[in-house]
């Protein structure tokens, strides 16, 4: 997962981490600083049984994007290992994609948007949460 974050330290959600939560796929974030964490204390399920976030926590950019790749090397190139996985933690893929579809998660999520200055919690609120984008 690619998301719009480049060289801040800083963690973002957005549809490119929701996208493949909700196609079933196991999260690996490139570049975003403490991504899977931050997902983690949303709720989500970030497989750290099968996937190493370790890289999350670089402070350099680039050295995360580097070792999202190399220590995942595995899941990423091998296709018979990674449906092996699939198959094997799919109960949990698709309970992910319930959480990411629940109330329960929208309001973690605007929980966490409470905290920022008054005009983003307006302007999301208004423009984007409650309009049914994520949450139909």
Known sequence: IVETVGHERA?????KSLMPILSLNFPLWFGGYQQADFFKELGFDVFDDVINHSYQHLDNYLERCYYAIAD??????NFDFAKQQHQKYITRLERNKQYARSETCRQKLMDRIQ???PDVVTWLTDNFLHKG???A
């Not at 963690?11 to 549809?15: A, D, K, L, N, Y």
């Not at 995942?72 to 190139?77: A, M, R, V």
Request: net charge neutral; proline share 0%.
């Open 133 to 135: 984008y994520y949450w």
């Open 72 to 77: 995942n090397y595995n899941i990423l190139s």
């Open 11 to 15: 963690t973002v959600f957005t549809e």
């Open 115 to 117: 905290k920022s200055h």
